[in-house]
């Protein structure tokens, strides 16, 4: 469902990523190091085996020096996968409620840091089988008679990402529709009108 540049007015797929890299994360460093002052903040002491947490862009940046190993988030495993997915599909009325990140986080986790992930090969092909039936999901919805009305489209649970993605097709659906409206009371007024004998200027013939 990706959007030709064109299409995306909002943020970009990298522009998201890099959000995501603002989040924090557990690793167990390779090394030993006391605190140390960052931009966003006071990080450490890095202790092996103890876990530090860190922004996502610093853990990538000591996994790529081999400085670190990443402990993925919970929801990142088979297990919890599998079950969001199972789940996902039974919720035919809206979108389970998942990190605000996982798209992102899980991308580059699996890039950067798949050796530090329990069966990384099956971890992408539930994360695709996810996103593909959410995705048919906002198709669907994209559907509805609330969007066909230019009202409402439900949108909860989901993502930033999800968001940007949906965010110029359903402008411009609603817009569309809404242009529509009038045009469609002005027929109804005509009609009306015609109806009661008024409007043609001429009258009757006798």
Known sequence: MALPKTLQPGLTPDELTFLAEEETIDIVPLFSMTRVRLLG???GPFQPPSASRVPLWLALSLKRKRKCRI???????????????KDEKENAEGFERLSTRFIETSKVLLDVASDDLSQPSILRSLLKDLREVRQAKIRI????EGVMRGSYL????????????????????????????????????????????VGNGYGEED
Request: charged content about 25%; glycine content about 10%.
């Open 41 to 43: 903040g006071i990080y």
């Open 71 to 85: 402990v993925p988030p919970e929801w990142l495993s088979v297990e919890r996968l599998t079950g969001i997915l």
């Open 154 to 197: 439900q949108v909860t649970n989901l993502t930033p990402l999800e968001l940007s993605e949906l965010k110029p097709f359903l402008v411009k659906a609603m817009t569309m529709m809404q242009s529509l409206e009038p045009r469609q009371e002005e027929d109804e007024q005509d009609d009306a009108g015609q109806g009661l004998g």
């Open 141 to 144: 919805g994209l559907q509805s």
